[in-house]
C-alpha cells in the first residue's frame, strides 16, 4: 500500500505571506484580496504575519513578488489580480507573462506563489469569479499556498 501525503492537515510554518494584488478593476480585486486574508487568517496566520501589498495592474506581479520573496520571513505569496478581455490581444500577452513569470520565480525559490489573477473575457465573469457564484479566486489561491506550505512541511 502507498503513502499518500497532503497539505490538507498540520502544522503552518512561522513566517510571512504577502497578499499581492493590483489596483486595476477595484471592485474584484478588493474582493479577492478580502476573501484571501480571511482565508489565511482562518488557516491560522495571524493578521500581523499577513502583508498586502498594492500595484498598479497585472504586469507589476512578478517583480514585486520577487521582491517580497528576497524579504526575510517571507514564506509564501498570494498573487491576485484582474485582466480583462478587450478589442486586442493585448490581454494574451500580459496572462501569458505574467502567468510564466510567477510559476518561474516559484520554481526557483522553492516559494509556494498562490496565482489568483483573473483572466477573463468579459466584466461578468471577473464578477462571478470574484464572489459570485464560481466562487472567489483570491480564497482559492490563498488556500492553494497554505496547502503547500503544509505540504512542503511534510516532504
Sequence with gaps: MSIERTGLDGD???????VIAS??????????????????LEA???????IVVRVPGA?????VSKKMIAK?????????GCVIKG????DEHINRAVSTSL????LD?????GFGLLTCNTVEQALQRSGGNVGNKGEEAAGAVVELLRLTAKL
Design 87 to 90: 478589442e486586442t490581444t493585448h
Design 103 to 106: 510559476m518561474q520565480l516559484s
Design 44 to 50: 491560522g496566520f495571524e493578521t500581523h504575519q499577513v
Design 59 to 63: 504586469w507589476e506581479l512578478p517583480l
Design 23 to 40: 489596483r486595476y478593476n477595484p471592485a474584484i480585486c478588493d474582493s479577492l484580496v478580502q476573501a484571501a486574508v480571511k482565508t489565511l
Design 12 to 18: 503552518l510554518p512561522n513566517g510571512t505571506i504577502a
Design 109 to 113: 525559490t522553492e516559494i509556494p506563489i
Design 72 to 80: 526575510a520571513g517571507v514564506i509564501g505569496v498570494v498573487t491576485l
